[in-house]
């Protein structure tokens, strides 16, 4: 089976100057898949832009207007965080459409795993609200496309950002259908994501935070991924897993204190890729989050697509962290467990 890259130049549009998340983040991988031969093994798909129907399924009407009024007046900053060029609204229309088409290639065999290579980002965009980086929830978009489009009844969202995704979590909240599982450094950006955040309603339960202490490494990551994720998602039985994939966990980066590296992406993607290939059939989709070093950004989504195409994974040209002593997670993980009846 194939894996799909979805991927369309005018996401590099969306211009931001001088801001972290820029344009170079996708002329970097895009670079590095070129040169190394991956582009050549993968099915290359290009996006159509997300429909109104696609939108507002997670999104209000008076937030999608002021997207695209703000984009059509030139652009401009939505908060300190947060910027508009004049292409940007056609960039996250296609980066919401980009992460749908690969639900899309993965739900109907045309592949059996799919990376979305999107920008802007999306899981902190709330249903009312632009934050982040982020101007529409791409993740949240694609979950909510699986459900409506195709039917499906059960997907798990898995975030392994470096911040919380207040909004996929907001989106959701209420919703039995997506599970939401989340690592995020805490205390941090943007504030929410404790462990007693679990849902509400019938989605009680949905939710599954593990608020991480600074500098938590591969190790660390991995031991979530086996204790809590591993059991949270075989008891919910996903028939797709997405996952918001934010490289900005990665030891180098300007943004964040964690120490994850090149070599830890790539087995967090292998145990996502025996999590999927065990409970949903393989059906595996990523869409880019954070990340802005560029160098660990574009191996790292590198060893990522090696991993799915059962590829030989490269070595970490940005090597291991510097020495420091791992943080306890134990009694964060005792927590998690006992809020979720796991045992």
Known sequence: MKTALVYHPACLEHDTGDHPENADRLRETMGLL?????????????????????????????????????????????????????????????????????????????????????????????????????????????????????????????????????????????????????????????????????????????TVNVPLPAWCGDEEYLRVFREVLEPVASRFRPQLVLVSAGFDVHWSEPIGQMQVSVDGFGRLGQFLKGLASELCQGRLVYTLEGGYNLQALSHGVGVILEGLLELPVSPDPVGPPPRRPAPDIDSILDAVKAAHGLS
Not at 62 to 74: D, F, K, P, S
Request: with cysteine; glycine share 12%.
């Open 34 to 206: 070129q040169k190394t031969g991956l582009l050549d093994k993968l099915l290359l798909l290009q996006p159509e832009p997300a429909t109104a129907d696609m939108l507002a399924s997670v999104h209000t009407d008076a937030h999608i207007q002021m997207v695209r009024r703000l984009g059509e007046r030139g652009g401009g900053w939505i908060d300190g965080d947060t910027v508009m060029s004049p292409h940007s609204y056609m960039a996250a229309l296609l980066a919401a459409g980009g992460a749908a088409r690969a639900v899309d290639a993965v739900v109907s065999v045309e592949a059996q795993a799919a990376f979305a290579l999107v920008r802007p980002p999306g899981h902190h965009a709330t249903s009312d609200r632009a934050m982040g980086f982020c101007l529409f929830n791409n993740v949240a978009i694609a979950a909510a496309h699986a459900l409506q489009r195709h039917g499906l009844e059960r997907v798990l969202i898995v975030d392994f950002d470096v911040h919380h995704g207040n909004g996929t979590q907001d989106i959701f909240y209420q919703e039995s259908r997506v599970l939401y599982f989340s690592t995020h450094q805490y205390p941090f950006y943007p504030g929410s994501g404790l462990v007693g955040e679990r849902g509400q309603g019938p989605g009680k339960g949905f």
